[in-house]
């Protein structure tokens, strides 16, 4: 495409698509129009009429939404991306804890976050929060923002440093120091640490500095093993919950955590793939919706697992409703209508992330709001069509291959199925650099030892079965049965 056609200031006029408004009645228009003027939405409607040198873009047969909010994602890890597919938590926190996260220099930190940034807005992402523990020094700091000031999109800067106490890191003057320096560099700012509920309650000192700075907390709250109802008893009891924090996770609590939670007005960041997979605990969402919790979606990280909003649209939906029918098949009884419903998460996805960062300018398509927005259109596939359900076609059908055009603050960052302004050839040049640095530091073997983590000898025994007669795995013969695939004295066939 031609830079010109995407210039910046250039007025962009969205024609005759379906548009999920997601304004407070959740309007959707049929063959809508969206005028971005500048910054902002200037009008939605039906045949609107385009400003002298407007970029007209047809979304005939598509869907015009506002851009997502990842509320929870570890930036810095991105050039790892799928190294721990097949991690637990626990090998998680070991690796990055204790053994190797201190070897990420500034630059692998800023690498990270290049590619993340640029990740999150081919998929619709436009405003993300980088939860960025990896700041083990101030130099690492400045490279994660400096990073994200080069990609634009929209990012919440979450300060933390799984290296050290938070009560150690914000007594830190330099840290103090960056924080008040750095400050209009951003979207946002959040300190991000843990509550481990140590009846001390040494976290004390960090919520004071939050306080002192007027920056909200993120805290990863109810993770089995990790962070309890101790934890969110002691921020209660002192007084430290509001309505800008956000619990990330939320999966192991008890009801008088959600109890507290409701009642001080926080957001739950619910990240549905990784609690699936890396064993916080059973997504949440059935007991946030039972207390009226408000809920944003995370994607948590790449090294496990997608970095779109799209898959945790999706296995949010799944895992509340596959709960929901579990439950009531124990007790015998049919779930006949499921509560979670698509445009539900929708909501999540967009309205909701703005929300638990405090921001009533984003995450709709209403005049005046932010020009965030995302044309969800893929000409080339037979998934795009029919759109009937808008939402359910958002939460089930798409991915990030049908994002369109993507507009962050009245600019086009992406058009016509591609990014504008993003060299792939030098982030990967980059994120190989990296890698590289990474395996010189540990070794060869440690790392394909990381990466590829040793099962027990004793996992996945299969039980005894009366009616298995062969080992399918070996091809041996079993005490009731035959070599596989031959008639013998226990074939009852």
Not at 162 to 180: H, K, M
Not at 397 to 411: K, S
Not at 416 to 427: M, N, S, T
């Amino acid at each position: 495409m031609a830079h010109d056609e995407v210039a910046d200031g250039r007025p962009v006029l969205f024609r005759n698509a379906t548009v999920l408004t997601m304004d407070d009645t959740h309007s959707v228009l049929t063959g809508g129009d969206v005028l971005v003027v500048g910054d902002r939405i200037a009008e939605v409607g039906h045949g609107l009429i385009a400003p002298d040198g407007a970029l007209e873009v047809d979304a005939a047969g598509g869907i015009v939404m506002p851009g997502m909010v990842d509320t929870h994602r570890h930036m810095w890890q991105t050039a790892m991306r799928g190294y721990g597919a097949d991690w637990t938590l626990t090998q998680y926190f070991v690796w990055y804890y204790l053994e190797h996260g201190r070897r990420f220099r500034p630059e692998d930190v800023h690498t990270g976050n290049l590619l993340s940034a640029w990740d999150a807005l081919e998929a619709g992402v436009t405003t993300t929060v980088d939860w960025s523990h990896g700041l083990q020094s101030v130099e690492h700091a400045e490279a994660a923002v400096d990073a994200l000031q080069a990609v634009p999109g929209r990012f919440v800067l979450g300060y933390g440093n799984i290296q050290a106490g938070p009560w150690e890191w914000t007594a830190d003057p330099d840290v103090r120091s960056f924080l008040e320096r750095r400050r209009g560099d951003l979207y946002g700012w959040q300190l991000a640490f843990d509550v481990t509920g140590d009846p001390a309650f040494p976290e004390r000192p960090a919520f004071e500095v939050a306080r002192e700075l007027d920056l909200p907390v993120t805290t990863h709250a109810g993770v089995w093993g990790a962070t309890n109802d101790d934890g969110i008893r002691l921020m209660h009891e002192n007084g430290f919950m509001d309505e800008r924090t956000v619990y990330v996770h939320a999966a192991t609590l008890a009801a008088d955590s959600y109890h507290r939670i409701a009642a001080t007005g926080g957001t739950v960041s619910v990240s549905t793939e990784s609690e699936q997979s890396a064993g916080q605990g059973y997504p949440p969402t059935w007991q946030l919706r039972r207390h009226g919790i408000p809920v944003a979606l995370s994607m948590d990280t790449s090294v496990w697992w997608s970095g779109d909003l799209f898959s945790a649209m999706r296995t949010t939906l799944g895992a509340d409703r596959s709960r929901e029918h579990l439950e009531a098949h124990a007790a015998g009884d049919t779930v006949t209508n499921v509560h979670l419903r698509a445009e539900q998460v929708v909501d999540w996805a967009t309205r909701g992330g703005a929300r638990a960062l405090g921001r009533d300018e984003i995450g709709r398509i209403v005049p005046g709001a932010k020009a965030d927005v995302v044309l969800l259109r893929n000409d080339a596939s037979p998934v795009s069509f029919p759109v009937l359900n808008p939402y359910g076609h958002v939460a089930f059908q798409a991915q990030r291959g049908d994002v369109h055009t993507v507009l962050v603050d009245g600019r086009v960052v992406k058009h016509e199925g591609r990014l504008v302004g993003c060299d792939l050839d030098a982030l990967r040049r980059r994120a190989e650099a990296t890698v590289e640095h990474l395996v010189s530091e540990m070794g060869e073997q440690a790392w394909q030892d990381g990466m590829n983590p040793a099962l027990p000898d004793d996992d996945g025994k299969v039980l005894d079965n009366p009616y298995q007669y062969t080992d399918f795995r070996t091809d041996t013969t079993l005490a009731r049965g035959t070599v596989f695939g031959e008639p013998g004295a226990g074939d009852q066939g």
